[in-house]
């Protein structure tokens, strides 16, 4: 059985989304069924009933979620989906000239997953924009480890 992986993206300036993007292109390569829609409301990811969940987020303000992404995590915490156990992955892009707010968006994903019972399969990818302006490229080891994990 093939595993059916949805990918919800936040982002202020896109480079979330062309990592998202690019890990759905990754990720149907290794032979997944993969979802991803920049703008997924609640009810459409509850409909697609996913197998495995991967948000890629940046950070915004001070260590905020992206304003496109606040409604369907506020809307996760109002009612949550029986997930307990469903596995997740986390894409954070942020910059470490912040302190302590970096990948702070990451996290709240995280924290997120905790609440619902999502199992997080790896740990954390931190992209920094700092350090790097191919995030894309720099998301590609991760990505694979991910695919190798959800193929096995």
């Known amino acids: 059985m093939t ?11 896109g480079a979330a989304e062309e990592v998202a993007h690019h890990a759905a292109e990754v990720l149907t390569e290794a032979g997944l069924d993969v979802t991803y829609k920049p703008r997924l ?11 495995v969940l991967l948000f890629v987020t940046s950070t915004t303000g001070m260590g905020e979620l992206p304003e496109n992404l606040q409604p369907l995590v506020e809307r996760l ?7 307990a156990g469903l596995l997740g992955a986390v894409i954070a892009l942020g910059d470490a000239c912040y302190g302590e707010d970096f990948c702070a968006g990451g996290e709240a994903i995280r924290e997120l997953y905790k609440e619902l019972g999502v199992v997080e399969l790896q740990d954390m990818l931190r992209l920094d924009a700092s350090e790097t302006v191919t995030p894309v490229e720099d998301a590609e080891p991760w990505l694979a480890d991910l695919a190798a ?3 096995v």
Request: hydrophobic letters at 45%.
């Open 3 to 13: 595993m059916n992986v949805v990918i919800v993206s936040g982002t202020v300036f």
């Open 41 to 51: 409301a609640y009810s459409e990811l509850l409909a697609l009933q996913p197998d």
């Open 77 to 83: 915490r109002e009612q949550p989906p029986q997930w």
């Open 149 to 151: 994990n959800l193929t």
